[in-house]
């Protein structure tokens, strides 16, 4: 079975689920903060990893046969819940524009998170090593992204968002 229906999810859950939610929180996911030093880099970085994980996937096949199937199986599973819950959330801002409810009380990042297990799932279904070298580029550089995100939410919320960053570690 071709690896690129392991990226069909992704689209549904990243343009039509919280197109669906909030046409507004669509436009919000698409902006990047401004971007200093080596965060335009790690941009390139970021934006050509994520590419190739997807591009490159319609040329591996999903390994069926291994004993790690089902391992592989659930952890690109729990990579789409993550991903659908901190969607739905994300969509659902509180009035400030702060993300704090749901699974942002967990993770400042979850969205990323469940990017990564998402992505991991993908690489442990094609035993891709390329795929895995991509995805460890992928979330190096998406760290330089989330650091200039925080930059540009402290710069627009200020103490409130401080206080959630005291509050809320980055990841987990």
């Known amino acids: 079975m071709n690896a690129f229906l392991l990226m069909i999810p992704i689209f549904l859950i990243r343009f039509g689920l919280l197109n669906m939610i909030n ?3 669509l436009n919000r996911a698409a902006f990047f903060a401004p971007l200093e030093g ?6 390139l970085f970021y934006q050509l990893s994520n590419t190739f994980i997807i591009l490159y996937s319609a040329f591996l096949r999903i390994q069926t046969k291994t004993p790690l199937f089902f391992i592989a ?3 690109y599973i729990l990579g789409n ?3 659908i819950i901190s969607t739905v959330d994300f969509a659902k801002p509180e009035q400030s524009g702060i993300n704090k409810n749901g ?3 967990i993770s400042r990042n979850p969205m990323y998170i469940g990017y990564f297990i998402y992505f991991l799932g993908c690489v442990l279904l094609t035993h891709s090593i390329l795929l895995l070298i991509s995805l460890l580029v992928f ?3 998406a760290h330089w992204i989330i650091l200039s995100e925080e930059r540009w939410c402290v710069d627009k919320f ?3 968002y401080i206080n959630y960053m005291n509050i809320v570690k980055r990841y987990i």
């Not at 080596?38 to 941009?43: C, L, T």
């Open 23 to 25: 046409k507004d929180a």
């Open 38 to 43: 080596n965060e335009k880099a790690a941009y």
């Open 73 to 75: 199986l659930f952890i």
């Open 81 to 83: 819940i993550v991903l």
């Open 103 to 105: 699974i942002y009380k």
């Open 139 to 141: 979330q190096i550089s």
């Open 158 to 160: 200020g103490t409130d």
